[in-house]
Nanobody, 121 residues
């Protein structure tokens, strides 16, 4: 069983920064690509960012590129999403996701419960 636990969400003002974390057990983390997705009210869930099992390759949605940074620490079984220059349109529930291979070339297989991020104008 794969349990993904997000943390770090909250209420911030536009222009602020926030860092999300996602943790899971060791045997289900280091050998897999990971990613972040988000779902805003009334919208479908969308891709935010992903990285390979070793963090060497990353991919970002156009809307967050240059503002968000995805990273991971396999020694801590933790993935991060550093969110800078936040905008009200970044308001959403952010989900951690784990892929079923070393690379993010398919759909994620496992999802966390999500953490709310609210950006006020």
């Amino acid at each position: 069983q794969v349990n993904l636990v997000e943390s770090g969400g909250g209420l911030v003002q536009a222009g602020d920064s926030l860092r999300l974390s996602c943790t899971t057990s060791g045997r289900t983390f280091s050998g897999y690509a990971m990613g972040w997705f988000r779902q805003a009210p009334g919208k479908e869930r969308e891709f935010v960012a992903a990285l390979t099992w070793n963090g060497d390759n990353t991919n970002y949605a156009v809307s967050v590129k240059g503002r968000f940074i995805i990273s991971r620490d396999n020694t801590k079984n933790t993935m991060y999403l550093q969110m800078n220059s936040l905008k009200p349109e970044d308001t959403a529930i952010y989900y951690c996701a784990r892929y079923s291979s070393l690379y993010f070339n398919n759909d994620p297989s496992y999802w966390g419960q999500g953490t709310q991020v609210t950006v006020s104008s």
